[in-house]
């Protein structure tokens, strides 16, 4: 695997998950494709050394795992963890406005966005679908309008002089999405519309029940920048950390166990059945051990990486860093630190993964949020309370987090590769007390 490999793998992957679901299911096909077995949580698991395996829940969160030549109760797990979902609009339930003889759907915002960039984008809708059949049962689908069905038109200048000067934006009043004109006679109905795009997929549905449903900016990922430097897209954040965590648990020899956990929900809080603050981790974790006294030898043993982009450093905008914390992009990993606990990371996981950049010639960088500000927070200080196994967050460095269209560096994607995949072969953490 090389860079430009992994970059194009990235594009592709992008662009063919518009939502968590997809991304669960492109991922569990190129575990897949890769010797992974598929494992479901109702079943009874008999783990074998070598083998390799994935199980998802909701559809939208997923681990796989390495189980290693050895078992995990001599060396503990090398664990990855990453979130499937990204800010964006969702369709209401009961999504139907008809105002001036134009189609609209009711949205709402899913996870903290930034709101202005969703104006006059070529929009689409993706998501899950649970109807009844043909034969009176009731089925889940993955439903993607894959081209440009809607849109959500700006107010022109000359309608409002203060647009530049600090305007909000009310997603109740002015983001219900724009589909169509509407005949007055036969008025749309978004279950409607729903059922015909699953026919026409091929799922025999007499009636949808009820749905998530996002809206998605078709413009394709793409390499920008003057010599290609630059990677743009929408939901960098967090789909480049599950990919490239995905082919450094692909790529690693396998002798120790490795696992990669990415679940939904983690711009909303991550609680929830797929969260990364619900069960489904420990879970896993149990089906390794016979007893709760090796759960707890696992889990002392082992360390997890929570993968989740940074802010880089912007050039217009230097004075949100601190001078000596301003990560660059394509400069490598950034480590994040916060004496808050808003990230998991001590002194004792960052130093390990400096000490792995090292060996592997990869070059490292850290951030603190300045002291005047507030600092976000991902799923490392989540997983590590709900598991009790120590955590180091990291991320490459990206601008525009949270923007129908983000960027990051070229190069960074190899690096992290590198990294984790470094991390997924370390046969023994080092001792960890010196009390
Ligand atoms: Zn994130």
């Known amino acids: 695997m090389n ?16 939502t968590p679901f997809h991304a669960v299911k492109t991922m569990a096909k190129q575990l897949l494709s890769h010797g ?8 009874e698991w008999n783990l074998q050394p070598g083998q390799r395996y994935f199980v998802t829940r909701n559809d939208s969160s997923i681990i796989a795992f390495d189980y290693g030549q050895g078992e995990p109760l001599s060396s503990g797990v090398r664990m990855l963890g990453a979130h499937t979902d990204s800010p964006c609009l969702k369709v209401k339930p009961q999504p139907d406005i008809n105002k001036q003889g134009f189609y609209q759907l009711g949205v709402e915002k899913y996870g903290g966005m930034l709101l202005n960039p969703w104006f006059d984008r070529d929009l689409s809708m993706a998501g899950r679908v649970t109807y009844v059949n043909t034969a009176g049962e009731v ?3 993955l439903i993607d309008f894959e081209r440009a069905v809607a849109t959500v038109p700006s107010l022109a200048i000359h309608l409002d002089r203060k647009a530049n000067d600090g305007r909000t934006v009310n997603v109740q009043t002015d983001m219900p999405i724009v589909l169509s004109m509407q005949e007055a006679d036969t008025p749309e109905n978004f279950r409607q519309l729903l059922l015909t795009q699953l026919t026409e997929q ?11 449903i996002y809206c998605y900016d078709t413009q394709p990922p793409a390499l920008i920048g003057l010599k290609h430097e630059f990677i ?18 692909i790529d690693a020899d396998g002798k120790v166990p490795a696992l990669l956990i990415c679940t939904d929900h983690e711009e909303v809080g991550s609680a929830s059945v ?16 016979n007893t709760n006294t090796q759960l707890s030898q696992v889990t002392a043993q082992s360390m997890m990486i929570s993968v989740d982009n940074a802010h880089g450093i912007h050039p217009n905008f230097t004075d ?38 090292e060996q592997q010639d990869i070059p490292v960088q850290s951030f603190v949020v300045r002291s005047d500000m507030g600092c976000g927070s991902t799923i490392g200080p989540i997983a590590a309370t709900e598991t009790g196994v120590k955590t180091l967050d990291i991320g490459v460095p990206s601008f525009a987090m949270h923007s129908i269209r983000e960027m990051a560096g070229a190069d960074d994607p190899f ?21």
Request: aromatic letters at 10%; one cysteine or more.
């Open 274 to 289: 797929a969260g990364a603050q619900g069960t489904f981790l420990n879970a896993v974790l149990a089906r390794f051990c």
């Open 36 to 43: 992974f077995v598929r494992l479901y949580e109702k079943d």
């Open 320 to 357: 949100k860093h601190d001078n000596n914390h301003g990560p660059l992009i394509n400069k490598g990993p950034v480590i994040k630190i916060n004496a808050n606990q808003r990230y998991a990371s001590n002194s004792e996981t960052s130093a390990l993964f400096r000490h792995l950049c």
């Open 202 to 212: 091929g799922d025999a549905a007499r009636q949808v029940l009820d749905y998530e």
């Open 415 to 435: 690096y992290l590769y590198g990294a984790l995949k470094a991390f997924c072969e370390l046969q023994q953490l080092p001792e960890s007390s010196c009390v």
């Open 139 to 141: 089925c889940n689908a």
């Open 232 to 249: 743009a897209s929408a939901r960098l954040d967090n789909l480049l950390s599950c990919y490239v965590g995905m082919q450094a648990l």
């Open 3 to 18: 860079q430009s490999q992994l970059n194009q793998g990235l594009l592709d992957f992008l662009k063919a998950c518009p």
